[in-house]
Every structure is written in structure tokens, then in C-alpha cells.
């Protein structure tokens, strides 16, 4: 690296969609780092598809170019830009990946551009595992014994040698994808199959049973200078991933001669590899060390266990957790700046060559989403399955784990809420790593097992279960004796008990337990974090919550502040869009001299950096902790409308307090979330809607549906993403469902409606003032309804739809707005069929769809809420767009073992991008691209068309992939039919007969992408059909899989018009201009 | 399970504060200098750091206690030194291979009160504002407040017999002024013998001539310590090379002609950036002083600085092999970065 030089233009590499294994932290790292390289004045561009983060915001990188990150794409954007510098290490391993494809390909090169921070051979060295472990080696760095394999005969041979049980890594793949624990042979193979089926190499190595998960992210710059910023500690030992895994930070149970041990070890790793940057370690550490093999005693025994040379979902992690902008540093870094020079941009008062001393413990929870899969594994190991995480702080272990278990969904109040049938069940989720284990080492603690023998069955360390112990010792006691004196309150808020909870335990509501807290005078206090433990006096706005203190660190701000809530963790159905709307919404307030007191609980975010508002509480989103923190601060009122679901279910509560709410009242909101209200509304303004009804009973289900005809929609009310919803196309299968769902949500009835077939779907987007619309935008679903909205493919402007229907959509929302007296943000989703428009479901809140039609309009619409609520908005005035923007969804099936990657009235998606396009199809071709590996190169497809309509109406995007020059494979009855009209293919044996069938053909990855259809209301959640394993080796071999006829014509009419060469290569400005 | 048995116990500061607390140690009432110390790890080897001697310690890290005490050999010395200890949440139930006994067991043996206070971060900003406090723990008896920086606190923990540690043909005598167990371990690792004399033992009366000498750390006032300070002078007049630790640094400084002074709350911590002065380099390292170096002797120059307040973290003579750090290079607790002053220093000595 060239360090005295003066770069003009970077490219910066982002991470595309979110992902299981990759998801908002890059968002938040990829932000850090332009706003370093903008106070430097360099001009930065920026890849990134995805449109919902708040990096590819107008204002942020001077060129945004929405395109698949791939090697095709930056280097038709490198030649363009011309940039002089490039970063790799800020959007993932997909950034990574294609950094290193385009310099071995010797395209960075070619047109000059130096890669900036850590040296790209060093990189190349930690991606693969066997030179790596040669490399640590040989500077007397521990690494697991272990060999790789490129066959499953040498993977084998590898394991016996080193005996089992083994580990078994995919090489440079996301999160841990496709690795797992092989106890014999067939284990073994199962696993090295998987893995080499994504991967041309696989590790074997030694598996550390109950050893210790350790991680240190550490910071070098080009003097070789080095800090450690923070070790962490996972709660769960070594084999269940860490993105999967509790983790504490600082370490816990390690002593001096560990920690600065690990240190040491860290230190001489990224000094060997010369990092300039940022940099994480993770180790594997024995609780009880062997001898040597001198037989004197060994303090510290340990090996290594991954190293990434980038910024990752840990070292977000760890900024957030210690107030340290890692991000910022390493970008600065980069451009060849020494630790000494950047300030403490927390302290200000002091550099960032130092590693900050908490006093403070953080625990953070992963969110899984799995019983949102259908058949998807319960059991969670060394591969990532989690969607998204929260962070939580506290003073001691107990206060700050109970916080994060209340953030995690939202439904729990605490560990000791764990909603086992019996014991044996408890004992069940005891005996296997799951999202449900901690609550079964709760119950069993509870119920008196002795730690030692849940240490022996788990490998949880001893010191954390005691404080599990402690925890549900003190709800014992509150279950023996319920007399709430100030002392009693007092060590059970110490502890991490939530009002609500004590209420349950003692028999009385939130509110109640609330009122004699603060008749008592408990109070949590408030601290800061200011990396230094105090020992600098720092004016810093990051806060959170504790009864561990007698003091506040900060005044309230009065009422010149107001608050805006955050999403909370991400998982299926709010995602990365939400936090675009809070952060959006949040820089809006400076427009009217607010001051933002920002909470929320996510570390992934960009909502919960140091410089985004004026206040921030890492915090969670409950009633309690947001009217304790409301209270304290004497604001003027709270934001709920922009931070999706979460926020916006504490309407009616906060408002019962009194609290301002800025937007639309909480009784007008309820009526758009309570179905009976929301019914009622429509019948008043006359607006129509699928048929529905509430139901306490089978026989009264019955009658309805007797009446109005199957298919029908069952789902309970307050519906989040889809969760229990399900369409049912016969009596048996609503028997089934209604079991199920009614247990789901008992305190709300189950309902079913009528399910209108082959309709289509709009997305109405808008802010209004006083009830009258100032802005707004339309959207169309390529797929029909039946497709959940989080999962479908959506374009702007509408392409099929026609002015009479956009303005009869148009009508309706100003019906509703008025009615509703609406301010701010809402969304209404529209069926539309036969010219009719249905009303299906009205969000008085920021939707998913903000940024994208935020971005695609080029108007802000948070912006335009906030204005909104100072009564400032001015009417938008619509102008024609000169451009399409088309979103897609990504998927992360292949993450989850046995989880069917169809599409369905679910949302099953973890993320999103979109492309803008000079029309519909180019638009359309690029998005897909960009949540998918489509190879240009092949000239193959599958085809396995369900059902005789499918068939047909696919009729002619078949005969167009003849044209195009494909080979078509065909499974039987398609391939019968398609002979019959003329079109030749291949006809291809079933999964389930002998090779070559499907699933060899797939795995064979010759064909260039699939598309399944299955037959209308057949029963889509059987594993051992033929469409499901098709299906699934398709996502498992990453191969674009097609499960919805009208996105699979689409896609093949785009394909028919466009060839790679001919995508245009414009940026966001571009494409406004 | 978490032992709940604690006795009631008040902390008095001089300023006329009083903090209520849960004394989960000894019931004695002691009185010292009340300061804080930011390190996350390593409470086994801070607490037995004889630079503590007199000091009540208040740990900024909340949860202490959880990995227990190991056995002596691990410490850094063969007692706890601190007068009292004040903690936020004390872990009684601790879990490690090494441990040998919990926090309060050991408090309760060697007959100190180790108090549990839920904001320390209050009482640390106050000692931050108003700087390092006198104070006192009351269990039961009043007893008065004390200064120990008025005592020869050097003489109180320095060892009263030479003894030597290691094996080796070079002979490298270690001043013990208090001095942490790992320095003479860091330098007998490399193949010297080291000889640890009381405080005030004149090293060129020795029956051997020593081939370098090491000024330990240690508790106080540098200034209390006039017998190591003339003791050095002779040193310095022979060539004898010197490298100074901590108060080493403050002795070697204070002999050479050198003037010290006392910082407002001390650096108590594990996390302390310095530069080498004229390099880009910077290391993180172990502090445990109230004192400082104010200005530096005629044919010294500045060696280290101290990143964050730019106080002097070293010094060393333009031609001589004498020097000295502010800081620790042996750790135990703390980051090793530093640990090739050693080297250095025994490359200078002409004796590796």
C-alpha cells in the first residue's frame, strides 16, 4: 500500500441482500466507513443492490450503483468510475469474494486500483483453511489437528486419521454453511457431501468438545501498532456457531493468563498477516486444560479456530457493545492514517490507539425464525440459522440477560417463561443445542436439576448457569412469598425481572406492579457508555438502563426532545427497511430544532450508531422501559409509526399514559389492526374486502365456509409477516391448521376469509396530514396474491395495472385516511380482480416498501411523515418516472436444513434488493441477478411444471428458451405434454429413481436455474414429494429456482430481451436525472 | 449457589460522603487512600500488587469474583495488599480450573473487608472530579482517616532478606520497593539470576558486583524512598546499567536530578496507551501509579509518553544503559505488549 498517497475516488463494496449469515451489520459497517472516507474527501461509489440500507441514501457515496456485487458487474463499474482505490472488507464475504475473483483475474490490475487495508494475499490466506493452519503453525500459533479434502474418499481417510468425533467446514462460505459434527462414517458423509456441494473444499479437523468459544477483534494499523477492542465469550461452548450462539462481552470466566494469553495470541496473528484494519479472532478454549507432555501443568490450552480478515457480524458486534466505531477506524486505516492520529470519537478527548474498559456486562441473543420454515431443523450447530440478534446491557449478568431475552421476540417476559408441556419435554431441549435450550436450563434449574449435572449434559460454563440459578432462585422466592416491600422489589428489578413478570408471578397487571415501583421510588438509573469506565469525563449520547445505580449520567432533555423507536432484531418480516425509516426519520427532527432520543435493541443497525441521534438507549422496545426512559426524559412525545410491527403494538399502551403520540391517534390505529374495527371500517366507507369471519369454533368455521367456498385464509388478527397464516384448499387441512393456530395467539380469535384465487396484488404507499394525502406511490406484485408481500417480487411503476384501477386505489386511500384521520406513514395492500379492489390489510406505520418507493420516487417519505406531523408537508406533486425499479427477495433456504424453498402466503424471505432498469425487463433481469448466481454461461434449465393450467400457460416461455438456444430438461408429465405441443427436451428420471434423475442433473449444476410450479392447493409441506427435493437440491446447489409462474414468465420474457452485455451499467443519480 | 451472607458495612470519604454497603469480607474497620482501577481481568494480581499498599481499591469492572482465587504461586505477591476492596456485584460463585478458593474466603483469611457498593460508577466519577480521596470502612469501630502517602509505605512491603530467583552466570540485582512477583520471573525466563534486596540495600555492598539492577515497583511517595534514591546515585556514578519500573521510573528520575508530582486520580488500569517518543509506535500497557515524572534529568530524554494526558510514561539517558518505564512490562494483569523492554534492556546491559 502506497501510504503517503492521496486517493481521489474509492469504490466501496457493499453486501447485497440480507441473509442468513449476512445481514444489517453491513449496513451499518459500510456507512462508517464512506462517512470516514467523505471527511476525507474522496469521492466514493458504492455497489450495492440493496435498497433498504441506509449506505445507498442519496446524500451518503457520490455515485450508488444498485447492481449485483459480482465480478461482472464492479468491473464494468471500475471502468467506468475509474476509481483509484477499492475496499474490500466492508460488505462481507460477498464483498470479499468478489474482491478477490476480480484481483485474481487481474482486474484491479488492469485498470489500476490499489485494494486498500489488509493486504488481499493475507486475505486469500485466512479464506483457505489448510495454508492458514500451515501459516499459524509455523509462527506457534495452536491450530485443531485437522487435514482437507477436495473427495469424499480423502474426507474419509482424514477423519479416521484424526478420529472422531470430527468438524467438517465448507471452505469460504458464509457463516458456517453446510459444516457440521460427524460422530461416525455416515454422519461424516451426510455432512462433506452438503458441503462440497457449495464448496470445492472441505476441513476436517479434531472437534474440541465443550471447550470454550472465545473471540477477540482486533484493530492494526500500517505502524503495527495493535489494539484489542473487545474479547467475547459465548455462553454456549465451541459447535454451535457463534452467530447461533449467547455471547457475553467482556469474557466472564477467564482469568489474566487467558485473557492476555488469547490476547497475545491475536496480536501476533494479525501482525503476521499484516493486517491494516480490522481483524477477528476466534479460538477454542479448554476449561480444563491437559498436561504438557512433560507432565508439568499447562495454564492455558487453546487453538484457533477461524480468523477473518474483515469486518464481520462480530465486530459490529463489538462496536456497539463498546462504544468503539470500529468501522470508522479501520476505513481510516485503510487509507494509511495511524491509530494515533484518529480521535476517540466517543471521549473526544482521547485516541484510538487504546482498547476501552467497560463497566458494564453485554449479552447478545440471536433471533431465529425457524418455526417460520416449514420442516425446517429445530437443532442449531456449527452452521448459522439465526435471522438476526439483539443486544443488551446491564450491570450485572442476570439484569442484562433477562433484558435480551425480553428483546428476542417480544413474547417472553422472561427465561423462566418457557411454555413446556411437561418434563419431558423440558428434558428434551435440554439434550440438544436449539433456540429453545436456554429456557430448558431455566426450567431445570427452576425445578432444582443441580447445575453440575446441566453443565455435564450442555457444557455451559458452571459460572453461568449460577447466575441462571440466581435468577430463577429469586422467582422462586417471589412465588413463596408475594409481599412486595421496597427491598423485595428492589433485588428483583436488580436482578432483570420486568414489572410484567413480577404482575404474572404475584397476580397483578404491569400497571399495577408500575404504580407501587414508583410509589416505592424505584427507578432504574441512567449510564453511559463512554469506553473508559468513567476514568475520562466524555459527553457521550449513549445510554442504557440499570438498578445498579444511584445516580443518572445524563439530564433529561425536556421537551425540545422527542423519541423514535426502533424495529428491534431483525428477523422475517422486519428487516433492514424498518431501521431505514427510523434512521430517516431521526435526521428529519433536526429540521425542526428536535433533539432525537433514539431506542432500540439491535446492534445490526445503523438506528443504534454513536452519531445518528442525539440520544441513544440501547434499550428494548417494551412498554415499561420505553415509558421509564419517556418519563425520565420529559420529551415531548413519542414516534411509533417508523419502526415497523413492534413499535407500533405499544400504541395503544403508551397512549393510555398519556403520552403524545406524533401521527395518527392509537384509537384510529386500532381500528386499522383489530379485524372486527378494521371490518367495520370498510363496510362504513363502503370499500370492499374478501369475506371473513371470526371464529371460536370448528362447527361455526364450517358454516362460513360452506358458504362462501373453499380455498379460504385462516390467520389469527394481528398478524406479523404472515406468521399462522395459511390458505386452506379442504376441510382436513383447515381442521389441522385451526388446531394449531389457535394456540398460537389465544387472547386474539382465529379468522378465516375467503381466498381469492389469481388476483392480482398492489402495494399502496403513502404519508398523509391531517387524513389528506400528501404523498404517495403504487406498486404492483408480479406474482399473484398468495404470495406473501414480503416475499414477492414488486416493480414501480405499476407495469399492468391500469389508470382507472390506480385511481380507483387512489379513492379508497383518501377514504381511509380521512377516516382513519391518518398522519404520517401508512401502507394498504390491495387484491385486485375482475377491475374490483379489494382492501386486505391497511399498516397505519412506515411499510416495507418505504425505501423502495422512497428511493424509486426520489422523495423521502420518513421525511414527509415527520413534516407531517408539524403540519409542514406539502403535497408531492407526482412526476412520471423515467425509469423502472423492480425488487426481488432474497432467500436463505440453503441454511436451513429441510425448510422448503417454495413461496406461499408465509413470508419466508430474509432480505431484498432492486435494480433499477431503462424498462420492466431489463429492470427485472438485473434484480434477479442480483439476489441470485445466474450463469449466462449454461445453456440448460429444468423444467417440472405441476398441474395442466401451469402447464399450459408456461407453454410459451418454454418455446422461448428453445429459441434462445437452451436445452430443455423436462420431468415426465412435463416433458409429455411439451413433446405433445412440439417443443423438444430432455425427459429426466424423478428424484427418486435412479440416476441420472433430478437430483443428479442439479447437482451436476449444468442447468442454468429451475422453475417448479406446483399444482394450485396441492399440499405444499410434504418433504418426500418429488417437487420438494427438486426444490430443495436447487437452493441447496445455489441454482436461481423459479416456484411462480408469472415471475418465471417474466423472467424468461426479460431473458428473451436482454443479454448480459446489453444491462445498462447507470447509477442511482443516473437513473434521477 | 450465591452465598447471600454478607454483614452491613459504610465507606466514608473524607469529603464528608457516606455510602452504604453489604461487606461480604472481614468485619474490620480500615482506613486508606480511596482509588479506582478500570481493569477487566486479572483482580488475583492486581490485589496482590504491593503498589496497593494503603489503598482502598474500588474496581471499575462491576462483577468481580467470578473465576475465583488461585493458589500463591500465581499471585504477585504472598498477600493481599489492599487495605479494602469495593466491588458491585461480588461473584461468590466462581467457576475455573485454577480456582482454589473464593474471593471472600481469601478476604475473610487475610482479615480484610471486601465490600459490595451497587454504584461504583458514582463513587469513580467523584474520585475522577474531586481526585484520589482519603477514606475509610467502617464495620463496626470508628478508626480515623489515614494518608498513607505520609508513610514509608516502600519499607512496609519490601522484602526483609535477599533471596534469588533463577539461575543463570549474570547476576542482576532487583531492588524490591514492593516489587510484583512476575518482574524478577520475566527476567530470570531469560537466563539470568536474579537477586531481590530489601528497599534500602546498597547493591554495590553486595559480595558480588552486579551486572545490572532493577528499581521494582511500588506503593507511595516516591520521594519517602531517600535510601533507594542515594543507593541509585551510586549506581549511576558506577555505570551500573539500571532499568527502573514504575516507581522505578520515579526513583531513577528523582536520583539523576529529576522532579515528580502527584497526579490528580492516578492511572489505575490495564488499557493505558503510550508512544515511543520519535517511532510511531504505541503500546498498550499495565499502570498503577498516583505519582508521575514532571521533569526530566540533564542527559535523559523522554522514552515514552502517555497518549491519552501526554504525562511521561519513561525515560532513558542519551548514551547510558539507564532507563526506566512508567508502566509495567511484566503485566500480570494487563497486555503484553511491552514485554521486550526486557530484551531491551538486558541487550543494553551487555547481557543477552
Redesign the interface.
Known sequence: MNTNKKYKKIIVLGSGALKIGEAGEFDYSGSQAIKALKEEKIKVVLVNPNIATFQTSKNLADEVYFLPVNPYFVEKIIKKEKPDGIMLSFGGQTALNCGLALEKKGILKKYKVEVLGSPVLSIELTEDREKFARHLDKIGIPVPPSKSAVTLKEAKISAETIGFPVMIRAAFALGGQKSGVAHNQKELEEIVQGALAISPQVLIEKYLHHFKEIEYEVVRDKHGNVVTVCNMENLDPLGIHTGDSIVVAPSQTLNNEEYHGLREASRKIVDSLKIVGECNVQYALNPNPTKNPDGSIRRLEYYVIEVNARLSRSSALASKATGYPLAYVAAKLALGKGMVEIENKITKKTKSFFEPALDYIVVKMPRWDLDKFKNAEEKIGSAMKSVGEVMSIGRTFEEAFQKAIRMQTGQKESVTDNGFKNEMEMKKFLSFPSPRRIFAVASALQKGMSAEKIHSITGIDMWFLERIANITNTENKLIKNKKLTKENLLLLKENGFSDKKIGQVVGKTEFEIRKTRKKLGIFPSIFAIDTLAGEFPAQTNYLYLTYHGNHNDVESIGKEGIVVLGSGPYHIGSSVEFDWSCVHATLALKKYNKKSIVINCNPETVSTDYDMSDRLYFENLSFETVADIFEFEKAEGLIISVGGQRPNNLAKKLSKEKFKLFGTEAENIDRAEDRNLFSALLDKLKIDQPEWQSFNSMKEAMTFVDKVGFPVLVRPSYVLSGSAMRVCYGTKELKDFVGKASVLSPEYPVTISKYIENAKELEFDAVAQNGELVVYGISEHIENAGVHSGDATIVYPTQRVYASTEYQLRETAKKIASELKIAGPFNIQFLFKDNKPYVIEVNVRASRTFPFLSKAMNVDFPEMAIDSFFGKAKKHKFIYPKSVLVKSSQFSFSRLLGADPILRVEMSSTGEVACFGKDYDEALLKSIMSANFLDFNKKSVLLSLGGDLNKVKFLESAQTLLDLGYTIFATDGTADFLKKENIECKTIKKAKETTPNTISLIESKEVAFVINLSLEGSPKNLNNTDGFRIRRATVDNQIPLFTDLHLARAFIKALAKYDIDDLEIKSYKEYLD | ??NNKFTKAKLYLKNGETLEAKNFGSIKSVAGEVV?A?????Y??ALTDPSFKGQILVF????IG??GV?KKE?WESDKIQVSGLIV??Y?D??????NASTLAQWFKKENIPLLEI?????L??KL??KGAMLGKIICKKDIPYQDPNKENLVAEVSTKKIFSVGTGKKNIVLIDCGTKKNIAESVAKRGVKVTVVPWDTDPTSLSFTPDAVIISNGPGDPTKATATIKNVKKLLQKHIPILGICLGNQILNLASGGKTYKLKFGHR???Q?V?EVGT?????TTQNHGFAVGTIPKNFKEWFRN??DDTNEGIIHQSLPFMSVQFHPE???????TDWIFDYFLKRANIL
Open positions: 449457589m450465591q479506582f478500570t481493569g477487566m481481568t486479572g488475583p494480581e471499575t469492572y462491576p462483577i467470578s473465576y488461585p500465581f458491585s456485584q461473584i460463585t466462581p467457576s475455573h480450573h485454577e451497587k454504584d461504583t460508577r458514582l469513580t466519577q475522577r472530579d488500569s490495564q488499557n496507551p508512544l510511531d509506535k504505541c503500546y498498550l497518549a491519552n503485566s500480570t494483569p494487563g497486555p503484553t505488549d
